[in-house]
């Protein structure tokens, strides 16, 4: 059975063929970065006139490049929420317009949903597990007990861990995205070269960067000669150090030894290796994705559909998007 995935929810255009929810035939992601760069971050009105000009363009893409037609696919999922409301506006409106002129079963996926899917698509964890889903946008450890039954064990009170990477890298004068560029510079730093604060919350698991990303700050002004490679690799430590320690608390706590890693900062090489590392010492299974799919892609969206469409749960063409749509709440 193949699904096609649209995903619009932030400044990626995406559609995706994926078979029977585990085998990509395409999947297809037009980039904004050359757009939004220069601002530092995303401008939510360029990223939805984007959407408009490339979502055509990129189904039009997946579809050939999966040599396929459109009365091949059984059902459209889109992702409907969490994310910026014009930008998933094109993709919901554009999926609709589709499902009624083709007569097409609609799936709705919430897009944090598709990012603890994305693992599916290349393993398969049994459950329960926890999942750090950790982007631009969320960072959050859940209780997965299965497919759609999550409980949030811990969340950022503040800014998101990708949200901080992009910050600090636009202070240090880097572009938009921030979080590879730091990744990289950070590979050549000395992360013991400062000791930035790694937040506690008392009596809860519960994340919080943006002290951090002030000391940052705080600490280029007072030392404009610092070296940036030092700046990034301390940063970063303080990132990982907190992401990782709570990650295997809770795995210790409910004595889950399964854990996920999903969503774009999972893309990042040292909490890839932190939590590999500390995975294998503590006995614990971990996952990660292929870096393509850490970050926003339609293959995970397809993914979740597939499941749900498989499950009779179709979309109804009154559902409209919503910025903000917390796990297991979507409305089927
Ligand atoms: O999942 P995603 O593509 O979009 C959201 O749902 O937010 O995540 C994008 C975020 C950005 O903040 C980006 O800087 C961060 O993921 N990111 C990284 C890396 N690659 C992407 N952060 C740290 N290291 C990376 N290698
Ligand atoms: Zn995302």
């Not at 029977?20 to 401008?43: A, C, F, L, P, R």
């Not at 490679?229 to 210790?252: H, K, M, N, P």
Request: glycine share 8%; charged share 20%.
């Amino acid at each position: 059975m193949l699904i096609l995935g649209i995903e619009t929810s932030c400044d990626d255009t995406s559609a995706a063929i994926v078979e029977n929810g585990n085998t990509i035939i395409s999947n297809i992601v037009s980039s904004q970065n050359d757009i939004h760069e220069k601002y530092g971050g995303i401008v939510p009105e360029l990223a939805s006139r984007s959407h408009i000009e490339m979502i055509w363009p990129v189904v039009d893409e997946a579809i050939s490049a999966a040599n396929v037609s459109l009365e091949d696919i059984s059902a459209i999922a889109f992702s409907h929420g969490p994310g910026l409301i014009g930008s998933l506006l094109v993709g919901t409106c554009f999926s609709k317009s589709i499902s009624f002129v083709k007569d097409i079963p609609l799936v709705a996926v919430n897009h944090l949903e598709g990012h603890i899917f994305s693992i599916f698509l290349e393993a398969s964890p049994d459950f329960p597990f926890l999942a750090l889903v950790v982007s631009g946008g969320h960072t959050s450890i859940y209780l997965v007990t299965e497919f759609g039954c999550y409980e949030e064990m811990a969340r950022t009170r503040d800014d998101a861990a990708g949200e901080a990477y992009d910050k600090v890298a636009k202070f240090l004068g880097f572009a938009y995205p921030g979080g590879p560029i730091i990744d990289k510079l950070a590979q050549q730093g000395n992360p013991g070269i400062v000791k930035f604060p790694r937040a506690r919350i008392k009596a809860s698991h519960d994340f919080s960067f943006s002290g951090l990303k002030t000391a940052v700050l705080n600490y280029v002004r007072k030392n404009p000669e610092a070296k940036k490679e030092d700046i990034a690799a301390s940063f970063q430590e303080a990132v990982v150090d907190v992401l990782v320690d709570r990650l295997f608390d809770i795995s210790r706590e409910r004595n889950i030894p399964r854990i996920i890693i999903a969503g774009g900062v999972s893309a990042n090489s040292a909490l890839r290796d932190k939590a590999s590392k500390r995975a294998r010492s503590e006995g614990s299974d971990i996952y990660l994705s292929s870096i393509s799919l850490c970050t926003d892609n339609a293959a995970m969206i397809a993914a979740a559909g597939y499941y749900y469409f498989s499950r009779g749960k179709t979309a109804h063409y009154s559902l409209n998007p919503t910025s903000h749509l917390p796990l297991g709440s979507t409305n089927r």
